[in-house]
Each structure stands twice: as structure tokens, then as C-alpha cells.
């Protein structure tokens, strides 16, 4: 199967405030696609929309066949997130975070420390396992949110806005991280508001106050033009710095 996510006809008011208008779109199988928008864009909301955290109405969201409004827990066994704020304990070790996230997931200790060892290989932070969270910096930080996502192998990888207050290094590592996750076979999803993130070769989905303003590969939609130029003409505003 190549269609990890498909939405269809979502949308979402803050009480009064619109957030969210008739959005559809699919994600396949290996690919990046970017959820690019501005400030107030419905990123964010969308994510909590995707992630079980708030209903649409009206809309539909399955994951891997499974209809979030009906089989939630199904669906969100298949997706990992990254959410903006932290998640793992930072009196704790890597390995000690990530063994009590892989039991809330039902792995046994010894599928855990297997599946453990696996993705601290991919993100290529093995050395650091044993030290404690609160004496690493925060690109290895949110690497570590990243390996927390992976734990399940989660064919959908969600990440709101991942990169905000690193530098440019840890921006950079992060996102190639992400781009090689696409490219061994995972869904990745990466809201964003900075085009750089943006490979020529992903896919964007570009969201402007709360509507699906285009969707497609970035040198498509872009053309010549750089796609941070693109981004601004489109939105009719400065994309904002990190
Ligand atoms: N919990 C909430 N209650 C009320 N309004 C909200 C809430 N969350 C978001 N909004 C409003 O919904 C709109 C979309 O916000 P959202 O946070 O989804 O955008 P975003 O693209 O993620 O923006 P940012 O890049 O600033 O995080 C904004 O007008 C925002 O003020």
C-alpha cells in the first residue's frame, strides 16, 4: 500500500475563527512533503487534527486504511509525532526515556532494547545513550524527540515545526535526518515556515490561512523561482526567520 494518510473535506473553527477550510490531500509512501505556511497558516491545528488530538467537522482522516473519527487507536499505531514542545524527561538517560515509551507501547524489554539500539543507529546518536538529556544541547534534544517518534516504526512520521530555536547546524542535521527517513521508506510529514527545509525533489502542501493553497514536488510549483520567493509571493508575506 502507497497511500499512508489521506484527508478529505477537513475542517475546523476555533469557536467563532475559522482555522481550517475543505482540506484534502494523500501521503505516500516514502516521501517528505513539507506543510509549508506562514504564522496562523493552520499548521498546528491540522497536526492536532491528524494526531487524533481534536475532531474535524466535518472531514476525514485515515492512516494506513484506519478512520481516525472510528479507529483511532489503530491509526495512531502507525504514526509517530514530533510535537513543538518536549516530551522525554530530562533527568533520565536516552535509553531509560526511550525503554519507558517502548513498554507504553507493549514492546517487551528485550524487542525494546532491540528497537532501541536500531534507531540510535539511525540518528546516529549510539554514544550518547547513557547521559542524561539535561546535559545535551538542543539539536541533540530534538534528535532524541525524533528517536522517541521512531520507537515504533511508524510507517507515518509527523513533526510540527521541529526545528524551531536551533541553529543552523543542528537545523541541518535534523532535516537531513528527516530526508533519509523519506528515502528508507517513511511517510514524513515536517510543518514548517522556512523553505529551506524544502528539498527541490520533496513535495509541499502549501496552507495559507487555513486553506490548501497548492500541492505538489517544490521544483514544480516554484519552477525558476527560489522556492523561498515563491513561498512569499503565494502567501503575500515575509516567511518569518527561525
Ligand atoms: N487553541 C486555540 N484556540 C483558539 N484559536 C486557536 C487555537 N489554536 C490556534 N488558533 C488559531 O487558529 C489559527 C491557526 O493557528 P495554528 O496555530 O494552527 O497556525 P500555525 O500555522 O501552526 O501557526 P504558527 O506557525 O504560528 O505556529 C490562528 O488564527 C490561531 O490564532
Known amino acids: 500500500m502507497n497511500e499512508v494518510l489521506r484527508i478529505r473535506g477537513l475542517s475546523h473553527d476555533w469557536g467563532a475563527k475559522p482555522a481550517l477550510r475543505d482540506i484534502s ?3 505516500e509512501r516514502g516521501r517528505f512533503t513539507a506543510l509549508l505556511g506562514p504564522n496562523g497558516a493552520g499548521k498546528s491545528t491540522l497536526i492536532s487534527v491528524l494526531t487524533g488530538l481534536i475532531r474535524p467537522a466535518p ?5 494506513m486504511g484506519h478512520d481516525m473519527s472510528r479507529h483511532a487507536r489503530l491509526a495512531l499505531a502507525r504514526m509517530g509525532v514530533v510535537f513543538q514542545q518536549p516530551t522525554l524527561d530530562l533527568d533520565l538517560s536516552l535509553r531509560a526515556n526511550l525503554r519507558l515509551f517502548a513498554a507504553l507501547h507493549g514492546l517487551s524489554r ?57 541553529d543552523a547546524a543542528a537545523r541541518a542535521a535534523i532535516t537531513a535526518h528527516a530526508h533519509r527517513l523519506a528515502q528508507a521508506g517513511t511517510a514524513v510529514f515536517w510543518a514548517t515556515h522556512l523553505a529551506d527545509e524544502i528539498a527541490p525533489e520533496d513535495d509541499v502542501i ?20 527560489p522556492l523561498a520567493e515563491w513561498f512569499l509571493r503565494e502567501t503575500g508575506g515575509a516567511p518569518c526567520p527561525a
Open 110 to 166: 528485550r524487542a525494546a532494547d532491540r528497537r532501541i539500539d536500531e534507531v540510535l543507529e539511525i540518528l546516529d546518536i549510539g554514544a550518547r545513550a547513557e547521559e542524561k538529556l539535561r546535559a545535551m544541547n538542543g539539536g541533540h534534544r530534538r534528535r532524541m524527540e525524533l528517536a522517541r517518534a521512531l520507537i515504533p516504526a511508524p510507517e507515518l512520521l509527523v513533526l510540527d515545526e521541529p526545528t524551531v530555536g536551533l
Open 59 to 63: 472531514g476525514v482522516v485515515t492512516v
Open 25 to 27: 490531500f494523500t501521503l
Open 206 to 225: 502549501l496552507l495559507d490561512r487555513g486553506r490548501l493553497r497548492a500541492n505538489g514536488q517544490a521544483t514544480e510549483l516554484a519552477g525558476d523561482t
